[in-house]
């Protein structure tokens, strides 16, 4: 890990929009990176460069479907908005809750699964001990890093998290930069 982090400069940053970080992770989920990136622009164009639960719930999920989406990617997105505009979902009540309970309470959201809530919790509230033990990217990282011919183990990637927590956050963001100089941000 100290060579992972002496070769990739810089630091994880947050948005803290939870709105607009989730419609990202929805506009990506697989996905490649550059299609997403292309079809995120759109789809702020479309809402005029603000992101927003007001604007958005005022656009008709067709229009949010032009933008290169899948039909329920765009329902997803349109019930979103209006999930906070109806304080159905208040994502306040997040900065409260244990990571698991974030989980949780995340997922109940459409087209919002386990990896997408964690995304969220490490890139929109900054929680320091997200291991998303599913991410491909992660996996790929650990394998590369760790000298592993094929994609290593779960009990190996559980071993790591162990080793890396509290911080895992931390290891994670280090590990996919050793595969993608980019930094990511939701």
């Keep these: 890990m100290a060579r992972l982090i002496k070769s ?12 607009f970080s989730l419609c990202k992770s ?25 992101i927003k639960p007001s604007i958005v719930s005022k656009l008709s999920t067709n229009k949010i479907k032009a933008c290169g989406l899948s039909k329920q990617k765009a329902k997803g ?23 698991e309970e974030a989980i949780e309470y995340l997922s109940q959201l459409k087209q919002i699964g386990r990896w997408s809530a964690e995304m969220i919790l490490m890139f929109t509230f900054n929680r ?22 094929y994609l290593a183990p779960r009990s190996f ?12 956050t931390i290891a994670v963001w280090y590990l ?11």
């Excluded at 996919?176 to 939701?186: A, E, F, G, K, L």
């Design 77 to 99: 997105i349109k019930c979103l908005a209006n999930d906070i505009l109806s304080k159905k979902f208040d994502p306040k009540k997040i900065k409260k809750m244990h990571d």
């Design 157 to 168: 990637v559980e071993k790591l998290h162990k080793k890396f927590s509290p911080m895992c």
């Design 8 to 19: 990739h400069k810089g630091h994880l940053t947050t948005r803290n929009d939870v709105f």
């Design 176 to 186: 996919w930069r050793s595969i993608d100089n980019d930094p990511i941000q939701y």
């Design 128 to 149: 320091p001990n997200i291991w998303p033990i599913l991410d491909l990217g992660l996996q790929k990282a650990i394998s590369k890093n760790y000298k592993k011919k």
């Design 26 to 50: 929805i506009i990506g989920q697989q996905i490649s990176v550059a299609a997403a990136s292309s079809i995120f622009l759109r789809f702020n164009k479309v809402c005029k460069k603000k």
